[in-house]
T-cell receptor, first 113, second 116 residues
Framework: NAGVTQTPKFQVLKTGQSMTLQCAQDMNHEYMSWYRQDPGMGLRLIHYSVGAGITDQGEVPNGYNVSRSTTEDFPLRLLSAAPSQTSVYFC????????????FGEGSWLTVV | AQSVTQLDSQVPVFEEAPVELRCNYSSSVSVYLFWYVQYPNQGLQLLLKYLSGSTLVKGINGFEAEFNKSQTSFHLRKPSVHISDTAEYFCAVSGGSGGGADGLTFGKGTHLIIQP
């Protein structure tokens, strides 16, 4: 039972580089999302999806793109990394939006130099 | 719109003493409330949640929380803490159409420090 799997766990990027953070869940969950965690800020919602083919912006979407071509996968793309995107990124999933358990991945530590 | 305020950024407590971590929220709709724990360099683990019904919610590791609608609070308590409870604790709220992974609003976190 893998749950929510994020890769990579650690990554160092140079300013201007692009990369994709991968997120996969094996629970057939419709709802998936990406959060970033910064010191003293808690977690903030970047983008979310309520099903395959449907995505929407959260609180801090600038600089990030997402797509949801399958139920299982929800990748987060940084097109041109900036030092302000240095953060810990968490992927989350839930079956629906009725308060059922929300599962989080282990996190991806990203440093942009 | 909804928001969460965790009133203490850091709470030092002696081992075996009781602790309360405070959380207040604001929302224009009915809410679901959550407490998560994050151990160093790890992901988030759900401690407990309030969806409806009894206002006293019991969670894992001996934690409990009480939902108080009139005071818009959801404080987390444990009667006797252990060194292993040292961690960051996050209060979160979701509501309206955002009751799943799409709609959590987190507080800034409270660092619980257990002193021997």
């Amino acid at each position: 039972n893998a749950g929510v799997t994020q890769t990579p766990k650690f990554q160092v990027l140079k300013t201007g580089q692009s990369m994709t953070l991968q997120c996969a869940q094996d629970m057939n969950h419709e709802y998936m999302s990406w959060y970033r965690q910064d010191p003293g800020m808690g977690l903030r919602l970047i983008h979310y999806s309520v099903g395959a083919g449907i995505t929407d912006q959260g609180e801090v979407p600038n600089g990030y793109n997402v797509s949801r071509s399958t139920t299982e996968d929800f990748p987060l793309r940084l097109l041109s990394a900036a030092p302000s995107q240095t953060s810990v990124y968490f992927c989350a999933s839930s079956r629906d939006n009725s308060g059922n358990t929300i599962y989080f991945g282990e996190g991806s530590w990203l440093t942009v130099v | 719109a909804q928001s969460v305020t965790q009133l203490d950024s850091q709470v030092p407590v002696f081992e075996e003493a009781p602790v309360e971590l405070r959380c207040n929220y604001s929302s224009s709709v009915s809410v679901y409330l959550f407490w998560y724990v994050q151990y160093p360099n790890q992901g988030l683990q759900l401690l407990l949640k309030y969806l409806s019904g009894s206002t006293l919610v019991k969670g894992i590791n001996g934690f409990e929380a009480e939902f108080n609608k009139s005071q818009t609070s959801f404080h987390l308590r444990k009667p006797s803490v252990h060194i292993s409870d040292t961690a960051e604790y996050f209060c979160a709220v979701s509501g309206g159409s955002g009751g799943g992974a799409d709609g959590l609003t987190f507080g800034k976190g409270t660092h619980l420090i257990i002193q021997p």
